[in-house]
């Protein structure tokens, strides 16, 4: 089992900055990928990016490339998502998911965390 909790959101204002965190415990040594999702309100739930669990690659959706960066800390059950210049549209629910072993979905979630960008 691999549990994931994220913190870190909250208001800020078009242009700035936020920082989400992603703890995950349990079963950890299993997960290959860890990725962040966002959903708005009426919209699907939408990809943002991801992160090998060695932290060695990375890849992101096009409408946050350039403006966001997942990260990893050196104890190897922390990622980031560190989100700059940010925008009105940028203002979801952002979760945390992870896949593991030879599963080709992200089975594991965390409870998620509102980002909102004001004007």
């Known amino acids: 089992q691999v549990q994931l909790v994220e913190s870190g959101g909250g208001l800020v204002q078009a242009g700035g900055s936020l920082k989400l965190s992603c703890a995950a415990s349990?079963?950890?040594?299993?997960?290959?990928?860890m990725a962040w999702f966002r959903q708005a309100p009426g919209k699907e739930r939408e990809f943002v990016g991801r992160?090998?669990?060695?932290?060695?690659?990375?890849n992101y959706a096009g409408s946050v490339q350039g403006r966001f960066t997942i990260s990893r800390d050196n104890a190897m059950n922390t990622v980031y998502l560190q989100m700059n210049s940010l925008k009105t549209e940028d203002t979801a629910v952002y979760y945390c998911?992870?896949?593991?072993?030879?599963?080709?979905?992200?089975?594991?979630w965390g409870q998620g965390t509102q980002v909102t960008v004001s004007s």
């Open positions: 349990g079963r950890t040594f299993s997960i290959n990928y």
């Open positions: 998911a992870a896949r593991a072993g030879r599963d080709n979905e992200y089975k594991y």
């Open positions: 992160i090998s669990w060695s932290g060695l690659g990375t």
